[in-house]
């Protein structure tokens, strides 16, 4: 069996595909076999040891390392509550390694060809890298390009350079629309800034200061009797919706003057998604991260 060392910053999803690919395995089956094995529990299942504790063994890395560097658990687990705040890819959260380590957040697998063409030169081979599966970017960070992608999960099983024969391009014209949007582009840096953290935040504090920036802007920051504008329609006013739908889901059929609990539901209560929270420390313009 070939384990491919893992490449800076390569995808967990990426990286599966390309231990398969080089072993030849061309069935789910045998690439599960393969990781049952390399965990030490041939003959067993999933259920014995997750997938991902599985792959990090077989690029031998700590499960801690793996999951913090080539997953987007560091994103999506970003603000927890104070009885979770255990790093990421701890192994005492087991539901979270079985369940959503390796979770993909959009239904396109996203790359960037100059990154592409770079990593030929320097690799010999080209591979998914993380960064570019943040959900609502649409630009390579390193390059301030449009993204190419191909459709579907799958897609991670062939390299980009399979699938830059006929790319889908993210429009150009409408990146540059994003890079006209301040709140846009420091939200595409705050998710990246957020996957390099090694542990999650507490939400209380996040929770707090957000409360207090809403009042100091006048919107409605409480439950009750409505005192200012609502949050929701103050995002709407400043955020491409097409954009923000992408984010927060449905955020296209909320009404003004209404409340709308995916949006609004952040000042009052801690369900906060770790994405939708990084659009908001933009809009209140919190400067760092490292400030809470
Ligand atoms: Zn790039």
Same mark, same amino acid.
């Given at each position: ?21 080089? *072993? ?10 393969? +990781? +049952? ?37 560091? +994103? ?40 592409? *063409? ?28 449009? +993204? ?31 890079? !006209? ?43 009750? !009797? ?67």
């Amino acid at each position: 069996m070939l384990r491919p060392s893992i490449l800076p910053g390569e995808y967990a999803l990426g990286y599966q595909g390309r231990f398969a690919c080089l *072993n030849g395995w061309r069935s789910e089956e045998q690439l599960n076999q393969a +990781l +049952l094995d390399v965990s030490g529990h041939s003959g067993g299942t999933f259920l014995d040891v997750s997938r991902v504790e599985a792959l990090s063994m077989a690029a031998g890395l700590t499960v801690e390392n793996f999951v913090s560097h080539h997953t987007t658990i560091p +994103l999506r687990r970003a603000f927890v509550a104070d009885d979770a705040i255990l790093s990421h890819g701890n192994t005492q959260q087991r539901d979270i390694l079985s369940m959503s380590a390796l979770k993909h957040m959009d239904a396109r697998a996203y790359f960037c060809q100059v990154c592409m *063409n770079e990593d030929l030169t320097q690799y010999g081979l080209s591979y998914w890298r993380r960064m570019h599966q943040i959900l609502g970017a649409y630009h390579c960070p390193t390059h301030c390009v449009p +993204l190419c992608y191909s459709r579907g999960i799958k897609s991670f099983k062939g390299s980009p350079l399979f699938h830059a024969k006929c790319p889908e391009v993210v429009s150009f014209e409408w990146v540059l629309d994003f890079f !006209k949007c301040a709140p846009i582009l420091r939200y595409v840096e705050i998710c990246m800034e957020l996957l390099n953290q090694s542990a999650p935040k507490r939400i209380n504090l996040i929770s707090s200061v957000l409360r207090a920036e809403a009042k100091i802007n006048g919107i409605h920051h409480g439950q009750g !009797k409505v005192n200012g504008i609502y949050f929701s329609d103050y995002i709407l006013d400043i955020l491409n919706v097409v954009w923000l739908e992408k984010i927060v889901p449905e955020a296209s059929t909320k009404f003004r003057g209404t409340y709308f609990q995916s949006i609004d539901g952040v000042l009052v209560d801690t369900s906060i998604g770790a994405a939708w929270l990084c659009c908001i420390n933009k809009v209140f313009e919190i400067n760092s991260l490292q400030s809470l």
